[in-house]
T-cell receptor, first 115, second 113 residues
Framework: DTGVSQNPRHKITKRGQNVTFRCDPI?????LYWYRQTLGQGPEFLTY????????KSRLLSDRFSAERPKGSFSTLEIQRTEQGDSAMYLC?????????????FGPGTRLTVL | AQSVTQLDSHVSVSEGTPVLLRCNYS??????LFWYVQHPNKGLQLLLK??????LVKGINGFEAEFKKSETSFHLTKPSAHMSDAAEYFC???????????FGSGTRLQVQP
């Protein structure tokens, strides 16, 4: 399967713990996005990478959140001191470069439950 | 600023009848518009996209959408619903220079036998 993959698919944690999610984009895609989707809502943008550079961060991305893409390939999203409000589906997407409206390809998501 | 409003949170149709999912957008610039579908426990999949070429866009699985600038609408249609069409559908807008997609809140399509 050459699509976007995300691990783990599910994560249950206790409030206050740290969690880390991984996203492996489609190999030739240099652009990578993280979104968060809460129940009954559409995905909301969190952050964007072009190669290894983090070029945009949403105001939703509080200082407890950090994302990296160290070698311009896979990316990690870490949440420190989790809160119950962090419970959501975290989606990763990738696309090829260029200024056109190229499709973003989405992974299956990581569902986080904070108890 | 850009935004998307999906006018119906739930739509229920009978199998074999037409589907209409409504979407209005707001954008300061010429937008690109998309429809994505999300099946349970599966990733978002692109149905179709509008990028300022033909205003009537055909997508996968028999879906199509028409861009109407005067009405700022991008409604999704299908002539005949199939049981496998039951899913969540998202209308999405993107403008040049804004890297992220802006999603609507979604429309859940139910298909009755």
């Amino acid at each position: 399967d050459t699509g976007v993959s995300q691990n783990p698919r599910h994560k249950i944690t206790k409030r206050g713990q740290n969690v880390t999610f991984r996203c492996d984009p489609i190999s030739e895609h240099n652009r990578l996005y993280w979104y968060r989707q809460t129940l009954g809502q559409g995905p909301e943008f969190l952050t964007y990478f072009q190669n290894e550079a983090q070029l945009e961060k949403s105001r939703l991305l509080s200082d407890r959140f950090s994302a990296e893409r160290p070698k311009g390939s896979f990316s990690t999203l870490e949440i420190q001191r989790t809160e119950q409000g962090d419970s959501a589906m975290y989606l990763c997407a990738s696309r090829s470069g260029g200024t056109g409206a190229n499709e973003q390809f989405f992974g299956p998501g990581t569902r986080l439950t904070v108890l | 600023a850009q935004s998307v409003t999906q006018l119906d949170s739930h739509v229920s149709v009978s199998e074999g009848t037409p589907v209409l999912l409504r979407c209005n957008y707001s954008s300061s610039y010429s937008p690109s518009l998309f429809w994505y579908v999300q099946h349970p426990n599966k990733g978002l999949q692109l149905l179709l996209k509008y990028t300022s070429a033909a205003t009537l866009v055909k997508g996968i699985n028999g879906f199509e959408a028409e861009f109407k600038k005067s009405e700022t609408s991008f409604h999704l249609t299908k002539p005949s619903a199939h049981m496998s069409d039951a899913a969540e559908y998202f209308c999405v807008v993107s403008v040049a220079g804004r890297r992220a997609l802006t999603f609507g809140s979604g429309t859940r399509l139910q298909v009755q036998p």
